[in-house]
């Protein structure tokens, strides 16, 4: 059961007893009341410092509610109880003593902990006593209001709202939206915000309060119009123009994009909105766009990380290494929240620039977070490729994933240096011994599968991947893995086509399942479908797996012009390519 988030028991008697006893001087004691008569708020001395007199005519305003043993108990078994989980009994002590005493601090009380326990009639009636208490505590009134809205009780609602906009008009309206989140009836928030608006019509914020609300309901046309308005009232106000393009957004990315470029090029000054418009160029796969008006932003923004990491991932994205490295190793200078990434990305940098010496000196500066077991795949590669396998080996072994997910990660670097220097049975023990303490890893179970296949361990294969599709079952590339298998290697084609028609459903654009398909049906003898799938597959992704595949159903049918010519474009960018040139010595020696 979740504990109460509450004072400890010896801050909850200290207030208890701060309750019961008068402010006083050890030089000069002052006479205090029986404990019996001894009021909750007691009357302290006069002294010059005017933080005391505040506290003290604070404390004079409160009720002047004797602190008898039965109050005492009452509030001790409400905090112990909310200590120990009992939410239940705190709550319904803290709102009978709230009811007793009406004294303001235990009626706030009450209402955090009705909240908490999301008992909102436990929480509106305390809420009520506290306002009643302390009708000019803002927060009272603030936190009244939006259980009066949360509950629809918008009538008695609104005349609270009016005297809190009285008392700051501006700031009210930019925060009712919050105060109004969590109502249902989005269309009656509506056309309250706009009768509470209604007196002021000459104030952006009203607008903007109005347009949200239109937002919330829908009404997205409706939206900007007002924010045209707020516009109007007050030109270039980035709050406004931030809310117009979220809005702009839900319908048409592109609208919201043209949006934020006109106002740009009207008030170039807009610093926050600039940035939204590169995060969302960003999101729009506009990285050119992006990287210019992220590289404006450093200016905008001087020594702000996040704004020169984007310009530096930008850059590197770009291919533009060096201009890359300089915002990054900026970036780690303005002491950037998450350190490991930006290293990361420094190192991926160096490896742009062959300087692998430079890149394993950042790699290993990445401590913690996503990023830890990426690093040391990547030294461990670069050790690999300098010839030092068992010293890459002993690296990834050595390192501690911070989560069973990043552990599992690990295993598979291991396994994949391993493959990737040849060693298939080195690489399947690693898998076998990694499932021995992640059984039910569907991604250390595809992998071994993969390496069963290069080890004639079929069987193996075939149980593997079955489990996966158990545990993943809409994995397309699993079922495309048995079924492109099974095609290739045995004669349980209508089998295969059954799991790469399942495939084909759950990716239907995939070129490596399109692949699969058509060479299942190549080797169902279905010469023309065949080359159907397989044309569709290279237009997507002109593999060389696949122009392998497609050559050799040209081939087939007769037209080895096409199929040699084929597979001569593909060896031009793929020359080491071991199933392109098994499949030209084969047919075409």
């Given amino acids: 059961m979740a504990n109460l988030k509450i004072l400890p028991l010896s801050a909850a008697l200290l207030f208890a007893t701060a309750c019961s006893q008068p402010g006083v001087k050890a030089s000069q004691p002052v006479a205090v009341e029986s404990q019996a008569q001894q009021p909750v708020a007691a009357v302290v001395e006069v002294v010059a410092d005017p933080e005391a007199e505040a506290a003290a005519k604070a404390a004079a305003a409160l009720p002047r509610q004797p602190l ?21 009994v705190a709550q319904s002590t803290y709102l009978d003593l709230a009811r007793q005493t009406k004294d303001p601090r235990i009626a706030r009380r009450a209402a ?37 809205l949360n509950a629809g009780s918008l009538d008695e609602a609104e005349p609270i709202l009016r005297t809190l906009l009285k008392a700051d008009s501006a700031n009210g309206f930019l925060h009712l939206s919050a105060l109004m989140g969590k109502m249902r009836d989005t269309q009656a928030a509506l056309a309250l915000v706009e009768r509470l608006a209604i007196d002021y019509p000459a104030l952006p914020e009203a607008r903007f309060a109005v347009a949200q609300a239109a937002a919330s309901a829908g009404h997205f046309e409706a939206a900007v119009a007002v924010l045209q308005q707020a516009d109007s009232l007050r030109p270039g106000w ?53 990287r210019a008006e992220f590289t404006r932003l450093t200016g905008d923004f001087p020594r702000n990380a996040e704004v020169s990491f984007a310009a530096g991932l930008l850059s590197l994205q770009m291919g533009d290494v060096e201009v890359a ?21 420094l190192g991926q940098v160096a490896e742009q620039m062959k300087q692998p010496e430079a890149a394993a000196a ?20 670069l050790l690999a490729r300098a010839g030092k396998l068992d010293e890459a080996r002993a690296l990834l072994a050595a390192t501690r994933g911070e989560n069973d997910a990043q552990n599992v990660r690990l295993i598979q670097a291991q396994a994949e240096l391993l493959r990737d220097s040849k060693e298939h049975t080195a690489a399947f023990e690693v898998l076998s011994e990694g499932l021995k303490r992640f059984p039910d890893s569907a991604d250390l179970l595809y992998d071994r599968a993969m390496v069963a296949e290069k080890l004639d361990k079929l069987d193996v294969l075939e149980a593997d991947l079955r489990r996966v599709i158990v545990l993943r079952p809409d994995d397309a590339q699993a079922y495309n893995a048995l079924g492109y298998t099974l095609a290739d290697r045995t004669n349980r084609l209508a089998e295969a086509i059954g799991l790469l028609d399942k495939a084909l459903s759950l990716a239907p654009e995939d070129p490596f399942i399109l692949d ?43 037209q080895r012009d096409e ?10 960018t793929h020359p080491q390519n071991e199933v392109l040139l098994e499949t030209q010595r084969r047919l075409n020696p």
């Fill in 325 to 345: 490295r300089d915002l990054l190793t900026q970036t780690l200078e303005y002491n950037p929240r998450d350190p490991d990434t930006v290293q990361y990305y």
């Fill in 516 to 558: 699969s398909v058509g060479w299942a049906q190549y080797r169902s003898g279905n010469l023309a479908r065949a080359q159907e799938y397989l044309e569709r597959a290279y237009k997507v992704r002109p593999d060389p797996e696949i122009a392998a595949h497609l050559g050799e159903v040209l081939w087939a049918r007769g």
């Fill in 563 to 572: 199929a040699g010519k084929l597979w001569q474009t593909s060896l031009q």
């Fill in 112 to 148: 955090e902990v009705a909240m908490f326990a999301r008992d909102q009639a436990g929480a509106l009636e305390a809420t009520r006593l506290w306002a009643a208490a302390e009708q000019d505590s803002e927060r009272a009134q603030q936190t009244l209001a939006a259980l009066l």
């Fill in 68 to 88: 008898t043993p039965e109050i005492l108990f009452k509030f001790l078994v409400a905090e112990v109880a909310g200590q120990r989980g009992a939410i239940g």
């Fill in 362 to 381: 950042h790699y290993v500066e990445v401590r913690t977070g996503n990023y830890l077991v990426p690093a040391r795949a990547r030294q461990a590669a």
């Fill in 238 to 290: 980035e709050p406004a123009a931030l809310l117009r393009a979220q809005i702009l957004a839900k319908t048409s990315r592109p609208d919201a994009l043209a949006f934020m470029r006109d106002f740009l090029a009207i008030h170039p000054g807009a610093r926050e909105v600039r940035l939204a418009y590169a995060r969302a160029l960003v999101n729009a796969s506009q990285f050119t766009e992006a």
